[in-house]
Every structure is written in structure tokens, then in C-alpha cells.
């Protein structure tokens, strides 16, 4: 069982606002990821980061931000949200050992901008 | 650039019925893994494959990755509405970014 933790599962905001998406794991994992997500579409990388003080961005391009203080904690912020910001973000940790680099997902959360 | 193809897209079958989902890309990857997610939560990992030629077996799913690591497959046998999901193929290159297929969305009819 995947211990990694998203907060809120669901948020439904109004364009402009600040908002940060949470995301804990107690795994001790080193790398961490955001993607964002379509229903029932393919995954698309945003964020990720290798370690404390380490991030970089995805093949996607996003208007958020990240950052990663402690190694469990990995949030996503937007400055100031839009319609077009709607969409699922789940968020991924993995191990830096071996080959596999096996990957381990959060419950996601559902952004609305309205 | 979308690096791994999946197909179908869909899939809408009877219980009881097999199927297979295909995987492909022009890239080599040194691990592939399948995920199934069901509607409103994170995808889950099924398997990971890492040796080209690869048979894994889980049950009533089958997964092979290809001898040239650029493609993999999942069979299901005897499928059951508990199966039903969208599955994801991923895979990993020298780098350390994962690339996930296009998804393959399926529907066990009970």
C-alpha cells in the first residue's frame, strides 16, 4: 500500500485565485512528480524533482509552480487560476534505486476554475 | 511528441471474453510498467517489465515486453467487470522521466 497523500481531492475555485495543491508521501522517496490529466486521457508531466532544493519542469508547459523544502512534501502552486487550469493533478513519488524506478500515485485532485 | 502509442483507445467486451492491449513506441526503454485507473482516482501499478522479451503473469493478465524493448503488450483472459479501467502503459528511458502511452479505456459488460 502507497503511502501518498493529496489534499483537497476536490477544489472548486474562481479565476485569479492563489491556489496551492498539497502533496505528502512517507515513503522517503526522493523523486517526486506532478502530472496533470484529462478524463480518461494519457498523463502529462509538469513538475518533478530529484531531491530537497531540486525541481524542473515537464514536457508539459504549466503556468504552476513547485517547490520542495522537505523530501516529503512536494506542492504545486498557481498564482492566479483559469478556466484553463481545469483538470485532474495527480502526484507520483518513486524510488532512486535500481532500474525500475517503480512509481507510486496519490488519489489526485480535481480542479474546477470557474 | 508522443513517445508510446497505445491501442485501442477503447474497448468495450462481454464478460468472459479475452482481450489485448498494445503498447508501442520507435523509442528503447530500460523498464515499462502497466497502470490501471479507475474514474477519480491516482493510476495503480500492475507491473513493471525490464528485460527485453519479458513475461510476466498476474493472475488472469499477461504482460510481455518486446525483444527490442520499444513496445509491450497486456492480454487479459477471461475478463470480468472488475477489470474495468483505463490502463496506461509508461515507459522509462536512460533519463529520469517516465513517458505514458495514450491510454486504453475498457469496459467489462457483466
Known amino acids: 500500500e502507497a503511502d501518498i497523500y493529496q489534499t483537497p481531492r476536490y477544489l472548486v475555485i474562481g479565476t485569479g485565485k492563489k491556489i496551492t495543491l498539497e502533496c505528502s508521501q512517507t515513503?522517503?522517496?526522493?523523486?517526486m512528480y506532478w502530472y496533470q490529466q484529462d478524463p480518461g486521457m494519457e498523463l502529462h508531466l509538469i513538475h518533478y524533482s530529484y531531491g530537497v532544493n531540486s525541481t524542473e519542469k515537464g514536457d508539459l508547459s504549466s503556468e504552476s509552480t513547485v517547490s520542495r523544502i522537505r523530501t516529503e512534501h512536494f506542492p504545486l502552486t498557481l498564482e492566479s487560476a483559469r478556466p484553463s487550469h481545469t483538470s485532474q493533478y495527480l502526484c507520483a513519488s518513486s524510488e532512486s534505486y535500481g532500474i525500475s524506478y517503480e512509481q507510486y500515485f496519490g488519489p489526485g485532485t480535481r480542479l474546477t476554475v470557474t | 511528441t508522443q513517445l508510446l502509442e497505445q491501442s485501442p483507445q477503447f474497448l468495450s467486451i462481454q464478460e468472459g471474453e479475452n482481450l489485448t492491449v498494445y503498447c508501442n513506441s520507435s523509442s528503447v526503454f530500460s523498464s515499462l510498467q502497466w497502470y490501471r485507473q479507475e474514474p477519480g482516482e491516482g493510476p495503480v501499478l500492475l507491473v513493471t517489465?525490464?528485460?527485453?522479451?519479458e513475461v510476466k503473469k498476474l493472475k488472469r493478465l499477461t504482460f510481455q515486453f518486446g525483444d527490442a524493448r520499444k513496445d509491450s503488450s497486456l492480454h487479459i483472459t477471461a475478463a470480468q467487470p472488475g477489470d474495468t479501467g483505463l490502463y496506461l502503459c509508461a515507459g522509462k528511458e536512460t533519463g529520469n522521466q517516465f513517458y505514458f502511452g495514450t491510454g486504453t479505456s475498457l469496459t467489462v459488460i457483466p
Open positions: 515513503m522517503g522517496h526522493d523523486k
Open positions: 517489465v525490464v528485460t527485453g522479451g
